[in-house]
C-alpha cells in the first residue's frame, strides 16, 4: 500500500470515529432530557403550562381561600382620655355646694377601627378582564373594640364643701356604673368624623398593601383597586 493509500485510509477511520462521538453525545443528551423533562413548559418569563391541566385560577379562588386567617384588619388607632366627676351629697335633695363633696375619674383608653375581611364574597371581586382591573370592594372601618388600661386610670384628689366629713365611699355598682359610663364617652369621643375619615384612608392603603401581591402573583399585568362599597 502506498503513502498515498495510508492517509486516505487513517482520515476514513478519524471520521468515521469521529461521527461515532457525535452521534452517541446526542443521543445520550436526548436521553437525559427525556429522563428530566418536568411535564412545565415554558410560554413566556412570567407564565407556565402544566401539561394537561385546564385549571385556570381565578382572584376570588385565592383571595377567598382561607378566610379565617385573616379575620379582622385594625386600620386605624386612636387614644384618648375622658373625665368623669362624682359628686356625693348630704342629702340627695339638697343641691348645695358647701355640703357636696366631688371626684373626678379619667380614664385613658384606645379605639381599634376595623374591616371585616373575612366577610369578604365573590360579589366584592369584579374582574375587569379586558381592562386588566381587578377591583375589591370594602365595607367602611368601624369602630370595634374600646380598651381602658387600668393603670392610667387617674383618681383625683377630693374636693369637699365646708360641711362635710370623711371620703367619698363607692359601691360596686357605683364603680360600674361610671366605667359603663366613661367607655361611653370614650366611645362618643372616637367616633368623631375626623377619625372616620382618617381610618378610611388608611383602610384603603392597608387592604391594597395586603392583596396587591397576590393579585401580581396570579397575574402581574393586572391593576388592583380597591373602594368601599357603600
Keep these: 500500500m502506498n503513502k498515498?493509500?495510508?492517509q486516505k485510509a487513517v482520515c476514513a477511520v478519524l471520521l468515521v470515529a469521529t461521527l461515532s462521538i457525535i452521534i452517541a453525545y446526542n443521543v445520550r443528551k436526548d436521553n437525559d432530557t427525556t429522563r428530566f423533562d418536568d411535564g412545565i413548559e415554558m410560554i413566556e418569563p412570567n407564565t407556565i403550562k402544566l401539561d394537561g391541566s385546564g385549571v385556570r385560577v381565578s382572584f376570588s379562588d385565592v383571595?377567598?381561600?382561607?378566610?379565617?386567617e385573616t379575620r379582622k384588619l385594625v386600620?386605624?388607632?386612636?387614644?384618648?382620655?375622658?373625665?368623669?366627676?362624682?359628686?356625693?351629697?348630704?342629702?340627695d335633695s339638697l343641691d348645695w355646694d358647701p355640703t357636696k363633696k366631688y371626684q373626678t375619674v379619667t380614664y385613658k383608653g384606645k379605639g381599634s377601627f376595623v374591616v371585616d375581611l373575612?366577610?369578604?364574597?365573590?360579589?366584592?371581586?369584579?374582574?375587569?378582564?379586558?381592562?386588566?382591573?381587578?377591583?375589591?370592594?370594602?365595607?367602611?372601618?368601624?369602630?370595634?373594640?374600646?380598651?381602658?388600661?387600668?393603670?392610667?386610670?387617674?383618681?383625683?384628689?377630693?374636693?369637699?364643701g365646708f360641711f362635710t366629713i370623711?371620703?367619698?365611699?363607692?359601691?360596686?355598682?357605683?364603680?360600674?356604673t361610671i366605667e359603663k359610663e366613661l367607655s361611653r364617652r370614650l366611645k362618643e369621643s372616637f367616633n368623631e368624623a375626623s377619625n372616620g375619615q382618617k381610618a378610611d384612608d388608611l383602610a384603603l392603603k392597608?387592604?391594597?398593601?395586603?392583596?396587591?401581591?397576590?393579585?401580581?402573583?396570579?397575574?402581574?399585568?393586572?391593576?388592583?383597586?380597591?373602594?368601599f362599597s357603600n
Aim: aromatic fraction near 6%; proline fraction near 4%.
Design 4 to 6: 498515498t493509500n495510508i
Design 63 to 68: 383571595i377567598l381561600s382561607k378566610p379565617n
Design 75 to 91: 386600620a386605624y388607632e386612636v387614644t384618648g382620655d375622658v373625665s368623669y366627676t362624682i359628686e356625693d351629697r348630704m342629702l
Design 118 to 160: 373575612d366577610k369578604l364574597n365573590k360579589s366584592n371581586i369584579i374582574d375587569d378582564e379586558e381592562n386588566k382591573v381587578l377591583t375589591i370592594k370594602i365595607k367602611h372601618p368601624y369602630l370595634d373594640t374600646i380598651e381602658i388600661d387600668p393603670d392610667k386610670v387617674e383618681i383625683g384628689s377630693q374636693k369637699s
Design 166 to 176: 370623711g371620703s367619698i365611699k363607692l359601691t360596686v355598682q357605683d364603680y360600674n
Design 206 to 227: 392597608a387592604v391594597y398593601d395586603i392583596y396587591e401581591p397576590v393579585v401580581k402573583a396570579v397575574d402581574n399585568r393586572y391593576t388592583l383597586k380597591i373602594e
